[in-house]
């Protein structure tokens, strides 16, 4: 997550997740980001989400979705 961009990370064991901010840019105020770890059947399950952190920002002229590709592109390059 700090590789793609994403500050303040926080792990909470409780609900097994990570959660951070994405900070200011031209396309939004902010988002928050949240990766949420499960396993099941001996697989590793991510759940990935970003959203606007300012409640009434309607659009987010693509952030969220390229906070998600940042945060790929980062992942994939530890794994493999």
């Known amino acids: 997550m700090k590789r793609a961009g994403v500050k303040n990370i ?15 840019s031209m396309n939004s105020w902010s988002e928050y980001v949240e990766v949420k770890v499960a396993s099941s059947d001996g697989k590793l399950n991510l759940d990935y989400k970003s959203v606007c952190a300012f409640p009434y920002q309607i659009f987010d002229w693509g952030k969220n979705k390229s906070n998600f590709k940042k945060f790929e592109k980062e992942l994939l390059k530890v794994v493999n």
């Open 10 to 24: 926080n792990f909470h064991q409780e609900e097994n997740k990570f959660t951070g901010l994405v900070g200011f």
